[in-house]
C-alpha cells in the first residue's frame, strides 16, 4: 500500500489550496482517512478527518475554512484549505485507516506535502 499525496505549495495569506492523498496497492476497505500537520519545531496535530460514511472531524483551529473530503471510488482524500494564514504553515501528512484484508488492519501514512503561507 502506497500513499501519494500532492498540491502543497507556497501562497499568500488569504489564498487557498487544495491537497490530495490517494491511496494505492490492494486493501479491503478504508473505514477512515484524516490529514495531519506538522509545524516547524511543533508536534504533530490532527487537522481533520473523515469515516468512510462522510462523517467530518475539525481542529478548531481550522473549523470554517478548511474543509474534508474523499472519493472513495479513487481511494482519494482531499483537504480543501481556504483563508490561510501564516500559522497553517507546516508539513501536511495523510494518514489512512485501512483493512488490508478482512482481519488485518493498519494505518499508513504519506510521506508529507509542505504547505508555506506568507504574510
Known amino acids: 500500500v502506497q500513499l501519494v499525496e500532492s498540491g502543497g505549495g507556497l501562497v499568500q495569506a488569504g489564498g487557498s489550496l487544495r491537497l490530495s492523498c490517494v491511496a494505492s496497492?490492494?486493501?479491503?476497505?478504508?473505514?477512515?482517512m484524516a490529514w495531519y500537520r506538522q509545524a516547524p519545531g511543533k508536534q504533530l496535530d490532527l487537522v481533520a478527518s473523515?469515516?468512510?460514511?462522510?462523517?467530518?472531524s475539525y481542529a478548531d483551529s481550522v473549523k470554517g475554512r478548511f474543509t474534508i473530503s474523499r472519493d472513495n471510488a479513487k481511494n482519494t482524500v482531499y483537504l480543501q484549505m481556504s483563508s490561510l494564514k501564516p500559522e497553517d504553515t507546516a508539513d501536511y501528512y495523510c494518514n489512512v485507516d485501512m483493512w488490508v484484508t478482512y482481519r488485518e488492519r493498519r494505518e499508513y501514512w504519506g510521506q508529507g506535502t509542505q504547505v508555506t503561507v506568507s504574510s
Open positions: 473523515i469515516t468512510s460514511g462522510n462523517n467530518t
Open positions: 496497492g490492494t486493501f479491503f476497505s478504508i473505514p477512515a
